[in-house]
């Protein structure tokens, strides 16, 4: 794959995954001393997520971390397919894509770092947030103007959108 080498996914996506730490959120989440950890999610990047959902379009996170806030912030937005803890992302994808019965090439995966680097080499359109690791950024197909946890996932829920002829409502 050549960086840029697509700007726009297929028009045949049925299911967008995501990264979480880097992508959903800044990269940062915060400890305290007892042990409870939190992150920010920004309300923008849900109402694009919501949106997906609405147009029919699957939503994914596959993220190597666990955490309770990612589990509360997807069940708000609905999405159903959350795996966590992952340490083999594309086994963990080629299962979702299975149950749900897409193929790799209908799947955006947007990702930050070098652990997402094989599942985005499995999917159809892969994506890299603006603040990725730069060989993230030189492999994959698009690169959001927006960092992670600062509108990267609406970015990329307005650009999918567009490529189906779908737009936010």
């Known amino acids: 794959m050549t ?45 694009g997520i919501r949106q997906l959902l609405r147009a029919g379009i699957e939503v994914a996170v596959i993220s190597g ?32 894509a299975a149950e749900i019965g897409i193929t790799a090439a209908q799947a955006v995966y947007v990702g930050d770092d070098i652990p997402d680097l ?6 159809g359109f892969a994506i890299a947030v603006a603040n990725a690791a730069s060989a993230v950024r030189e492999y994959c197909n698009y690169t959001t103007a927006a960092p992670g946890g600062h509108g990267a996932v609406r970015e990329v829920c307005e650009l999918v959108l567009a490529a189906v ?5």
């Open 3 to 47: 960086a840029g080498a697509e700007k726009r996914p297929p028009t045949d996506i049925r299911l967008v995954a995501f990264d979480v730490d880097g992508v959903f959120t800044d990269g940062r989440f915060y400890l305290s001393d007892e042990g409870v950890e939190s992150k920010a999610f920004s309300t923008q990047d849900g109402f």
């Open 65 to 96: 971390r666990r955490s309770l806030a990612v589990e509360r912030r997807m069940q708000e937005l609905g999405v159903r397919h959350v795996i966590q803890g992952c340490a083999d992302k594309p086994a963990a994808f080629d299962e979702l």
């Open 118 to 123: 094989p599942l985005l080499a499995k999917v």
């Open 165 to 169: 002829d779908r737009t936010l409502t």
